[in-house]
């Protein structure tokens, strides 16, 4: 069973920063699309930004400019860097990792959370 484990978390005022990391079991990590994910309370989790095996990313509109998802193959993390935070970023915050080939999976951290004071 791969293992996610998130660390850095915490409350900050708006406008400030945070950086979230995430290490990964090298088993799958260096063969998975690895993402953050958010969840408000009340709210559907959703997708905050992803990072492929080559470090292509992708990030959700809300976040665009403001987060920075990295990757770093040599110590199995991925790092989601958290710039001009506003009060509407309070959640918890997910890693996942997953792969949509052969062998395909799909694996969640415990999450951390997140809370942005106004």
């Known amino acids: 069973q791969a293992q996610l484990v998130e660390s850095g978390g915490g409350l900050v005022q708006a406008g400030g920063s945070l950086r979230l990391s995430c290490a990964a079991s090298?088993?799958?990590?260096?063969?998975?699309?690895m993402g953050w994910y958010r969840q408000a309370p009340g709210k559907q989790r959703e997708l905050v930004a992803t990072?492929?095996?080559?470090?292509?990313?992708n990030y959700a509109d809300s976040v665009k400019g403001r987060f920075t998802i990295s990757r770093d193959n040599a110590k199995n993390t991925v790092y989601l860097q958290m710039d001009s935070l506003k009060p509407e970023d309070t959640a918890v915050y997910y890693c996942?990792?997953?792969?949509?080939?052969?062998?395909?999976?799909?694996?969640w951290g415990q999450g951390t959370q997140v809370t942005v004071s106004s």
């Open positions: 090298g088993s799958i990590f260096s063969r998975s699309v």
């Open positions: 996942n990792g997953r792969r949509t080939s052969y062998p395909v999976y799909n694996y």
């Open positions: 990072t492929t095996t080559s470090g292509s990313t």
